[in-house]
């Protein structure tokens, strides 16, 4: 029964959806099980550029079948949109699943996302506004809508009433905005019902059927390890589990099933949003990361934060998910540095330590110490092997995986689907 979950091993954008097509081609069933529209995977095909921010990027990949698990929550607007854009290029939907209990974004969590976050003024988290928090609230405060609701309008009016009797108190008396009504709520809902009734599916019974005849299923998370609600640098996280744990929860399949976590993570590294940032570069250097790696949002085009890589953060996402593979991606990028440092441990108020800090005030106080690494200047955009790999990239590579505690089993060498050089086999 092989489930194979893809996650994120640093603050996110590390290139999953790159490694997630990358074994596509050999899995049959890609799963998105966390998250909502506020992230998003950039695939390269050829000439053509995929931007996906709700579907899964095995949309992608023929024969395969995509799946939105439970653990999502779906802005219907947002869906469409990205459904037709797709197949205006030619790519076939008819495959896609969407949970049953996935939890539906009305339209008065977004207003409450992007005031509740003016409200926050120095205090804000970074949200994208799009909802994706108060739905994920409304969910664990049991007044959440999920998408089996919309083929029931007498029980989908009944939880839209019971939720805005709470949510336009807030609306109106502490931001002051309007009133949103019962019917303008459901009718902007319902329009979408007799276009989202074929897509779905009990999907969990679906994976477990999967499993069960031996086909491959692989779980492809949004977000990362320390954006996850419970194990990320709260409160400046998402509102989701972005971890293994939340994979099984996400897709309703069992712990059990899961027979490699793959972690991805960038050869240096990014965040975008508010939060701590050890090895954020603030000079010329994270300049030059965010022009050579393109680093904007693929959902919100805001520039990402740089810094160099990060061997704590790397390490405590291998132990809060049982990493098997690390994929390495972006390697490409740091080509033409004379040297390039690596942080191996923090300096906290004068005690040094090799692993993540306890505590908020810690991580906010915390120094990199880095070693040093030489650079190289060998264009490495054609490597499909180690071997072609030049002396100090290779250097480099195989010190983070003894640093890592995790076998770094392929290498992006550019933002190709075929620039990759592969080390193990990720299915083996």
């Known amino acids: 029964?092989?489930?194979?979950?893809?996650?994120?091993?640093?603050?996110?954008?590390?290139?999953?959806?790159k490694a997630t097509d990358l074994l596509g081609r050999r899995v049959d069933y890609v799963v998105k099980f966390n998250g909502g529209n506020n992230a998003g995977h950039t695939v390269v095909i050829g000439d053509e550029k995929y931007a996906l921010h709700l579907l899964p990027s095995g949309i992608l990949t023929p024969g395969v079948v995509p799946v939105i698990g439970n653990g999502v929550v779906v802005d219907p607007t947002v869906l469409f949109h990205e459904i037709d854009d797709l197949q205006a290029r030619g790519v076939d939907t008819s495959r896609l699943l969407v949970s049953s209990n996935a939890h539906l974004i009305p339209s008065y969590n977004r207003t409450l996302d992007k005031v509740a976050?003016?409200?926050?003024?120095?205090?804000?988290?970074?949200?994208?506004?799009?909802?994706?928090?108060?739905?994920?609230?409304?969910?664990?405060?049991?007044?959440?809508?999920?998408?089996?609701?919309?083929?029931?309008?007498?029980?989908?009016?009944?939880?839209?009433?019971?939720?805005?009797?709470?949510?336009?108190?807030?609306?109106?008396?502490?931001?002051?905005?309007?009133?949103?009504?019962?019917?303008?709520?459901v009718d902007e809902l319902l329009v979408h019902a007799e276009a989202l009734r074929p897509m779905i599916a009990d999907t969990a019974l679906v994976l477990d059927g999967a499993l069960r005849r031996g086909e491959v299923v692989l779980l492809e998370g949004g977000q990362?390890?320390?954006?996850?609600?419970?194990?990320?640098?709260?409160?400046?996280?998402?509102?989701?589990?972005?971890?293994?744990?939340?994979?099984?929860?996400?897709?309703g399949i069992a712990p059990s099933s899961l027979t490699h976590v793959i972690g991805i993570a960038k050869a240096y590294i990014t965040r975008v949003g508010e939060g701590p940032f050890p090895t954020e570069l603030l000079d010329e250097d994270g300049e030059r990361l965010r022009r050579t790696g393109f680093e904007f949002g693929t959902t919100t085009g805001r520039p990402r934060r740089c810094g160099w890589f990060d061997v704590p953060i790397a390490r405590y996402a291998q132990r809060i998910n049982g990493i098997t593979d690390l994929v390495l991606t972006k390697l490409d990028v740091l080509t033409g540095w004379d040297r390039i440092p690596v942080c191996v441990a923090y300096d906290i108020d004068g005690e040094r330590t090799t692993e993540v800090p306890m505590t908020q005030t810690g991580f906010h106080h915390a120094a990199p110490v880095y070693e040093f690494l030489p650079g190289w200047t060998e264009d490495i955009t054609g490597a499909r092997a180690i071997e072609d790999l030049p002396k100090n990239a290779r250097a480099y590579v195989e010190f983070l995986q003894q640093h890592c505690n995790a076998p770094i089993s392929a290498i992006g060498v550019g933002p190709e689907r075929d620039q990759t050089v592969v080390v193990n086999d990720l299915l083996a």
Request: proline letters at 3%; one cysteine or more; hydrophobic letters at 35%.
């Open 224 to 251: 990362a390890t320390m954006l996850d609600v419970d194990h990320g640098t709260y409160p400046f996280v998402t509102s989701s589990s972005a971890t293994a744990g939340g994979a099984c929860t996400g897709a």
């Open 1 to 17: 029964m092989p489930a194979i979950a893809v996650l994120g091993a640093q603050w996110g954008d590390e290139g999953k959806g």
């Open 117 to 185: 976050e003016r409200f926050l003024g120095k205090r804000k988290i970074g949200t994208t506004g799009r909802g994706i928090g108060p739905t994920y609230a409304d969910k664990m405060s049991r007044v959440g809508i999920r998408a089996q609701d919309l083929f029931d309008e007498k029980i989908l009016r009944q939880k839209v009433e019971g939720a805005l009797e709470q949510k336009n108190h807030l609306l109106v008396k502490v931001y002051n905005r309007r009133a949103v009504t019962v019917d303008e709520v």
